[in-house]
């Protein structure tokens, strides 16, 4: 069964940094579009950032852009968002997604289209 398992997030406060990853059991994360998202309180879903298989393609929410970094490592099966410069409205549920289709790389994401695979999320938590 595929499954993804976020981790890296807590309390950090505004102006720090934090790095989550996102790892795959039961499969190989090297076929797969990766995406991370965000959900606050009382808010939307959000797309934070996205990787292709390749890393040729990688986009970032107008919200992120200079401060948050998405890579992946293929051979650690792992996919990282650094993420600097917090601020109090990064905190939010923080997901990362699946899929194998290039094209679900982009920012903000198909509105009739959802990626296959999601994990069950990180808490991040901006204050000081």
């Known amino acids: 069964q595929l499954q993804l398992v976020e981790s890296g997030g807590g309390l950090v406060q505004p102006g720090g940094s934090l790095t989550l990853s996102c790892s795959a059991s039961?499969?190989?994360?090297?076929?797969?579009?990766i995406g991370w998202f965000r959900q606050a309180p009382g808010k939307e879903r959000e797309a934070v950032a996205c990787?292709?298989?390749?890393?040729?393609?990688?986009n970032y929410a107008e919200s992120v852009k200079g401060r948050f970094t998405i890579s992946r490592d293929n051979a650690e099966n792992t996919v990282y968002l650094q993420m600097n410069s917090l601020k109090t409205e990064d905190t939010a549920v923080y997901y990362c997604?699946?899929?194998?289709?290039?094209?679900?790389?982009?920012?903000?994401?198909?509105?009739?289209?959802?990626?296959?695979?999601w994990g069950r999320g990180t808490q991040v938590t901006v204050s000081s």
């Open positions: 039961g499969f190989s994360l090297d076929y797969y579009t």
């Open positions: 990787i292709t298989q390749s890393a040729k393609r990688i």
């Open positions: 997604a699946a899929d194998p289709m290039q094209t679900m790389c982009v920012i903000p994401p198909f509105l009739d289209k959802e990626y296959d695979h």
